[in-house]
């Protein structure tokens, strides 16, 4: 079983993915301006699964461009956490590796990344294709 | 001010609420620092004096988080989360600058060196005079 663990700076975003080895996971350094700006390098296989973990206001839902995909950003902190989209087969999402400090990936250059000129069909054929299968729950159970 | 060796050049976050201009030479030194707070970020560190450095825009928009001494300012964009600048705790008097942030570097040669912030009590001094105004 493989699953790696991280979270944002201050500890209310947690995030994590399970199913596929470290070194089998692709490594990305999306050239977009909010990648570039979060200092972003991302991961998601579509064999494995990924779970956020954060209390009921703890994240900043951020849309942009063609609003397919809801960016995570930690309300507290700022540390963008990973990115999360609604999809006809369900949600699927990717995780920020820096911005969790997500390990296993040391040592590794993450892959310059341009997606400029996608149309809607042709990025949501491609995110399903790449991202994994994901689901949230909340951080502390509620009372 | 034809003299001035600086030239205000313009930056923002992502989604565009907060705004800034930051006055750099041609040739500017930059630090790229390894502590938890930078890693998450890649936060690329131009740190310049008060004089140098204004918010244009959206200074109702940030958010600031503080850790350990709270020294330091973290601030970034309430709407898309980006850290366009910040008050470090190595430069309380000025502001650092994250490079990435401004809207073109053309014509700015930046010079990355890495700072080791992981081992800040033995190296944060060493940045005190980049935000020293001129005498």
Wanted: aromatic share 8%.
């Amino acid at each position: 079983m493989t699953l790696l663990k991280g979270q944002c700076h201050c500890g209310a975003v947690r995030a994590s993915i399970e199913g596929v080895a470290a070194g089998e996971l692709p490594y990305r350094a999306c050239q977009c301006g909010f990648c570039r700006r979060h200092g972003a390098a991302t991961t998601s296989h579509p064999g494995a699964t990924i779970v956020f973990a954060a209390d009921e206001g703890a994240l900043t839902r951020y849309r942009f461009g063609q609003k397919l995909s809801n960016f995570l950003v930690c309300a507290t902190c700022g540390s963008y956490v990973g990115s999360l989209a609604d999809t006809d087969a369900g949600p699927i999402a990717i995780l920020n590796v820096r911005g969790l400090d997500l390990p296993g990936f040391e040592g590794r250059t993450p892959e310059p990344m341009t997606y400029d000129g996608e149309t809607p069909e042709a990025r949501t054929e491609r995110r399903k294709a790449r991202w994994s299968p994901a689901r949230t729950t909340a951080l502390h159970a509620s009372a | 001010m034809t003299d001035s060796p600086f030239q205000w050049r313009a930056g923002g976050c992502h989604c565009g609420g907060v705004r800034f201009e930051v006055a750099v030479p041609d040739r500017v030194e930059a630090q790229s620092c390894n502590c938890s707070m930078c890693a998450k970020t890649g936060f690329v560190h131009v740190i310049v004096p008060e004089s140098r450095f204004r918010v244009t825009k959206g200074i109702d928009r940030l958010a600031e988080y503080t850790f350990n001494t709270r020294v330091a300012k973290h601030l970034f964009c309430s709407e898309c989360g980006v850290k366009s600048f910040y008050r470090p705790r190595s430069n309380p008097d000025g502001w650092s600058v994250n490079a990435r942030c401004l809207d073109s570097v053309e014509g700015l040669e930046i010079v990355i060196e890495a700072f080791d912030g992981q081992n800040w009590e033995a190296n944060g001094a060493s940045l005190a005079h980049l935000s020293k105004e001129p005498a």
